[in-house]
């Protein structure tokens, strides 16, 4: 049995209004994903661990997603990336803060994961530990696009507050969606992840993302947080996207598995964790792969950007529907 979930983020409110014109490239991008990483993963090419580092990898090459190149854009004008790791067996974990200079933090926060201590490090640490020990240096020239930089613009027109739990007033880079000026209405998805089980029966989560658009210099979100963006333990493995201050407040990748351990359902548990999360402002999503083989990829928001290898047969979607 192998099984590789991904997501792309989930945002914005109300009824899903049909594919955007960007969409079918951030389509095509997962089912790539999907279909390299999942084959890998089935001819036990590759354990989980590293399934959900090159598929985190790959969606991170992704410009369109909001994690590595392609990321939003802070309050000062910089891009800085989280990322964590986590394999079930053992609950050795890795995790990056504040990267600038990394073309894969999830890359750093796998080579933090395998290095055994510690299982974080921040800014320019980060930076440099991946560095030298092969990640790819990149400039934050090579980071920004022209998305994220008339987000930015139009994020510092209008002065929005950063880390609002006030829907209204939120620029997670998913709320963008439908307030920025109108060349970027359709663009403003996504932090990344992935979880899998390998043949081994093994499990494992990644995360990565820019953060949120004007968040201001230092701001942690729940990304690189074991336990709030990222869990992995030996009957789970849990991503998640949305407001990362609600994740952290409800420790909500850690709940989802502490729920699934109390008898409750996969599905219900999930629900469970994105009904509490909600209040506090963390619309968003969650996926998740079970070791008995269970998956769910559920959401509050307007859409999730997601897909699922499941032994072999690809399922992706953005809206409600998922499609072949
Ligand atoms: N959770 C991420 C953060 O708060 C944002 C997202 O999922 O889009 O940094």
């Known amino acids: 049995m192998t099984i590789l979930v991904i997501h792309?983020?989930?945002?914005?409110?109300?009824?899903?209004?049909?594919?955007?014109?960007?969409?079918?490239?951030?389509?095509?991008?997962?089912?790539?994903?999907?279909?390299?990483?999942?084959?890998?993963?089935?001819?036990?090419?590759i354990d989980c661990l590293e399934a959900v580092t090159v598929a985190v990898e790959m969606l991170e090459d992704e410009p369109l997603f909001n994690a590595g190149k392609g990321s939003v854009i802070g309050s000062?004008?910089?891009?800085?990336?989280?990322?964590?790791?986590?394999?079930?067996r053992d609950k050795a974990a890795g995790s990056v803060i504040g990267a600038r200079r990394l073309r894969h933090p999830v890359r750093a926060a796998n080579l933090i994961l395998k290095q055994g201590w510690p299982v974080m490090l921040s800014?320019?640490?980060?930076?440099?530990?991946?560095?030298?020990?092969?990640?790819?240096?990149?400039?934050?020239?090579?980071?920004?696009t022209d998305l994220r930089l008339g987000q930015?613009?139009?994020w510092r027109s209008t002065r929005s507050?950063?880390?609002?739990?006030?829907?209204?007033?939120?620029?997670?880079?998913?709320?963008?969606?439908?307030?920025?000026?109108?060349?970027?209405?359709?663009?403003?998805?996504?932090?990344?992840?992935?979880?899998?089980?390998?043949?081994?029966?093994?499990?494992?989560?990644?995360?990565?993302?820019?953060?949120?658009?004007?968040k201001?210099?230092?701001?942690?979100?729940?990304?690189?947080i074991i336990g709030a963006g990222t869990w992995a333990d030996e009957t789970i493995a849990v991503s998640c996207t949305g407001v990362g201050e609600a994740y952290i407040r409800t420790c909500a990748a850690h709940s989802l598995a502490m729920h699934l351990q109390q008898g409750n359902a996969l599905v219900e548990s999930a629900n469970i964790v994105l009904d509490a999360v909600a209040p506090l402002?963390?619309?968003?999503?969650?996926?998740?792969?079970?070791?008995?083989?269970?998956?769910?990829?559920?959401?509050?928001?307007?859409?999730?950007?997601?897909?699922?290898?499941?032994?072999?047969?690809?399922?992706?979607?953005?809206?409600?529907?998922?499609?072949?």
Not at 76 to 88: A, N, R, V
Not at 282 to 302: E, K, N, S
């Open 281 to 324: 402002g963390g619309r968003g999503g969650l996926i998740a792969v079970t070791a008995d083989g269970q998956f769910v990829m559920p959401f509050q928001t307007r859409l999730m950007y997601r897909g699922v290898w499941d032994n072999g047969s690809m399922k992706v979607g953005i809206g409600p529907q998922l499609e072949q």
């Open 8 to 45: 792309g983020g989930a945002g914005g409110d109300g009824p899903w209004l049909g594919k955007t014109p960007l969409d079918p490239a951030r389509i095509e991008c997962m089912r790539q994903v999907l279909s390299a990483v999942g084959t890998k993963l089935q001819r036990q090419e």
């Open 76 to 88: 000062d004008g910089t891009i800085t990336m989280d990322s964590s790791i986590m394999q079930g």
């Open 161 to 214: 507050s950063p880390g609002s739990t006030d829907e209204n007033d939120s620029v997670l880079d998913h709320d963008l969606e439908g307030r920025v000026a109108k060349e970027f209405s359709d663009e403003g998805m996504g932090t990344v992840g992935a979880v899998a089980i390998d043949s081994q029966g093994m499990l494992a989560a990644a995360t990565s993302t820019g953060g949120m658009t004007g």
């Open 216 to 224: 201001p210099e230092g701001r942690v979100g729940d990304t690189p």
């Open 123 to 144: 800014s320019s640490a980060a930076d440099d530990f991946g560095i030298a020990n092969g990640v790819e240096e990149v400039s934050q020239e090579w980071l920004k």
């Open 152 to 154: 930015w613009q139009q």
